[in-house]
Structure formats: structure tokens, C-alpha cells
């Protein structure tokens, strides 16, 4: 689903629904994170390529659902209204503090 699907998707949602949107990707990216971290700590200089290949796999995932979470919050925005937007904008910035997705962040905590 491109992002121009997903914002479509995202406004027929109920509110409800549409507020329980970006903790469902967060779980999801913290599920990524552990696997690519037992994989590494599996195959700790690269050597395997299946596990190469799905630790980038799993990179490129996370990218698409961090770009999930900006068009949800947007929208969020427009549908909950800005206080609501704002709270979860909160959220997502102490998530990706404490979860960070970005491969050479990533990198960093295994040197």
C-alpha cells in the first residue's frame, strides 16, 4: 500500500480505530528491532547472507513504518484535532528516542 492508499485507508477509519493506528506500528517496529538485534548478535560480522538480507529487509520495513506513523499523525491532526495530534507527536518522538530505527544509529549500540 503506497502512502496515498494509506492516508485514504486512514480517514475512512473511526476515530477509535484510527488513535490505536500508530501504537500497532510501534509494536511492530519494536518486534523488528529484537529480531534484527538477535540476528546480528547471531551472525556478529555479516557473514551469513540470508540473515543480511532480512536484517535489511526488516531496515526497510521500519523506514515505511515510520513513514506510516508521519502520515497517521497527520491525520490524526486533522481528524482528532491538534491537541491530540500534539499528544501523540509526543509519543512517537520519545518512542523513537528510546527505539531509534535508523541502521547507523543502530550500528552504534553494537560497536
Do not use: C, W
Not at 486512514?10 to 501504537?23: G, M
Not at 484535532?81 to 553494537?110: D, H
Amino acid at each position: 500500500m503506497d502512502l496515498a492508499q494509506l492516508e485514504q485507508a486512514l480517514r475512512q477509519l473511526p476515530k477509535d480505530t484510527l488513535l490505536t493506528e500508530i501504537p500497532e506500528v510501534q509494536n511492530s517496529i519494536k518486534h523488528l528491532l529484537q529480531s534484527n538485534k538477535e540476528m546480528r548478535e547471531y551472525d556478529p560480522e555479516g557473514k551469513d547472507p540470508d540473515l543480511t538480507q532480512a536484517i535489511e529487509e526488516n531496515q526497510q520495513l521500519m523506514e515505511r513504518h515510520e513513514a506510516r506513523i508521519d502520515v497517521t499523525l497527520r491525520i490524526v491532526r486533522e481528524r482528532v484535532g491538534e491537541a491530540a495530534g500534539r499528544e501523540m507527536a509526543s509519543n512517537v518522538i520519545a518512542f523513537r528516542k528510546e527505539y531509534p530505527t535508523k541502521q547507523e544509529e543502530e550500528e552504534g549500540v553494537f560497536l
